[in-house]
Each structure stands twice: as structure tokens, then as C-alpha cells.
T-cell receptor
Framework: EDQVTQSPEALRLQEGESSSLNCSYT??????LFWYRQDPGKGPEFLFT???AGEEKEKERLKATLTKKESFLHITAPKPEDSATYLC???????????FGTGTRLTVIP | NAGVTQTPKFRVLKTGQSMTLLCAQD?????MYWYRQDPGMGLRLIHY???????AKGEVPDGYNVSRLKKQNFLLGLESAAPSQTSVYFC???????????FGEGSRLTVL
């Protein structure tokens, strides 16, 4: 059975304090791993797709990495506007949908 | 560019009432999805469609029906609402099978 576990559930950082969010997954035949950002009262917004172990992608202060069992979302020198819930999701080969984790709620304090 | 638009944004129902949520996308996407989001549960797929006139069940389809009569629209229906269907519903679309999903802003449904 597909499983996605995100940790921590919540994270509070001071502005400029770098950290990482974790997404551990169990899926047979991974097709891709996705990161989304969700602001309160809004729909998720796509950030990254990773397809194979060792792959990395960057966008501004965010960098996503992938191994065979987990993915990390590294946040470098975060700003208050980075505060949001970050969702991880996986897709299987031959599947038509994504399986989501419960998210990490990030708060960046000025 | 509107993207994915959901209506209504808020609705309160009594147990046993019926309603339809409408999702419209203007990106000419083939794939459309309905998810529900509950605290501590993450997003769960209700139904999806791989093209006009097609629908398929997701993880939690019971109590819901869908229709995709036009490519740009995907309707989610509740025939007899139950308190367990109180949730935030998100519609999403994508240009390819399990490509980047574009989400609407959500529809918050409360069933009393």
C-alpha cells in the first residue's frame, strides 16, 4: 500500500534560519514525487517534480532532493512569505492520480 | 487567465439534501480530479476523469457522483449529504497523466 509520511507536522523558524522538511514514501514503482505549497484558504500550488534518486531541483530559497526512500525540501534563509503548508505527493507507474502526505506547516517568524 | 474555477466557494447543507459542485478549467486539460481535504488526513482522491465523457473512482468515491459532459467542466454531486462529507473540496486539472496538477481555490462544505 502506498504511504507518504511527512515530518515534522509543524515547524517554526526565525527569519534566515535554514532547515529541511522530510517526506518518506513507500510506493511500488515510483513514477514521480511532487512538492506543493498551500497557503491558508487556497488550493495547493505546484513547486517541483522529481523522478529519480539523486535528482535535485531549485527554486529561489527552496531545493528539493530525492533518494530511494525519501525526499527533502531544503529551505535556505527563509522569509516570512515562505510560511505555508508544504505537501508531498507520489505517483505510481500506471496510476492516474497522486497520493498525498498530510503536510508540514511552516511558520517563519520575522 | 482564470485557471481552475470552483463554485460555490461555501455551502451549508442539511443531512439528506443534495447539491452539485462545479469545476471549470480554461487550460484545455484532458485530466480532471476531485479531492477532499480533511484535517490530519491529507488530500484524498474522490473521482477523476481522463477525458470528456469519462469518469473513474478514486480512493473515497462512496456517496459521490461525477460527470464530465464537456471537456472544460467536471461536476461533483452529493445525492444525499451526510455529516461525514463535511470537508473542503478541491478540483484539479492536468495536461498529462499525473503531470503537474493545477488546483482551484476550494469549496468548503458543511453538512449539519
Amino acid at each position: 500500500e502506498d504511504q507518504v509520511t511527512q515530518s515534522p507536522e509543524a515547524l517554526r523558524l526565525q527569519e534566515g534560519e535554514s532547515s529541511s522538511l522530510n517526506c518518506s514514501y513507500t510506493v511500488s514503482g515510483l513514477r514521480g514525487l511532487f512538492w506543493y505549497r498551500q497557503d491558508p484558504g487556497k488550493g495547493p500550488e505546484f513547486l517541483f517534480t522529481l523522478y529519480s534518486a539523486g535528482e535535485e531541483k531549485e527554486k529561489e530559497r527552496l531545493k528539493a532532493t530525492l533518494t530511494k526512500k525519501e525526499s527533502f525540501l531544503h529551505i535556505t534563509a527563509p522569509k516570512p512569505e515562505d510560511s505555508a503548508t508544504y505537501l508531498c505527493a507520489v505517483s505510481r507507474q500506471e496510476a492516474n492520480n497522486l497520493f498525498f502526505g498530510t503536510g508540514t506547516r511552516l511558520t517563519v517568524i520575522p | 487567465n482564470a485557471g481552475v474555477t470552483q463554485t460555490p466557494k461555501f455551502r451549508v447543507l442539511k443531512t439528506g439534501q443534495s447539491m452539485t459542485l462545479l469545476c471549470a478549467q480554461d487550460m484545455n486539460h484532458e485530466y480532471m480530479y476531485w479531492y477532499r481535504q480533511d484535517p490530519g488526513m491529507g488530500l484524498r482522491l474522490i473521482h477523476y476523469s481522463v477525458g470528456e465523457g469519462t469518469t473513474a473512482k478514486g480512493e473515497v468515491p462512496d456517496g459521490y457522483n461525477v460527470s464530465r459532459l464537456k471537456k472544460q467542466n467536471f461536476l461533483l454531486g452529493l445525492e444525499s449529504a451526510a455529516p461525514s462529507q463535511t470537508s473542503v473540496y478541491f478540483c484539479a486539472s492536468s495536461y498529462s497523466r499525473v503531470g503537474e496538477l493545477f488546483f482551484g481555490e476550494g469549496s468548503r462544505l458543511t453538512v449539519l
